[in-house]
Nanobody, 114 residues
């Protein structure tokens, strides 16, 4: 049974940093493209960042230069380092794994507010 478990969310002031982590189990992690999505209240879920099994990364324009996605195939984890956070980054952040099928985590809340 595949499980994706996110951690690291919370409340942070504008300009602050958070590091999200997603621990995967029940899958051959190194074969999957991993990604982080987010969904703000009243908005559609959007792709934030992705990293292929070969290590190639892709970012949505709104977070370029502020967020960094990374993966550790030995630990079966994918992280999202978020710096210079803005109130617009407030959302539930979801871990995603994709190969022939797609798996989702349960999400972790990130709130950026003073």
């Amino acid at each position: 049974q595949v499980q994706l478990v996110e951690s690291g969310g919370g409340l942070v002031q504008p300009g602050g940093s958070l590091r999200l982590s997603c621990a995967a189990s029940g899958m051959i992690f190194r074969l999957y493209t991993m990604a982080w999505y987010r969904q703000a209240p009243g908005k559609q879920r959007e792709l934030v960042a992705s990293i292929t099994n070969g290590g190639s990364t892709n970012y949505v324009d709104s977070i370029k230069g502020r967020f960094t996605i990374s993966r550790d195939n030995a630990k079966n984890t994918v992280d999202l380092q978020m710096n210079s956070l803005k109130p617009d980054d407030t959302a539930v952040y979801y871990c995603n794994a994709k190969r022939n099928v797609v798996y989702w985590g349960q999400g972790t809340q990130v709130t950026v507010s003073s």
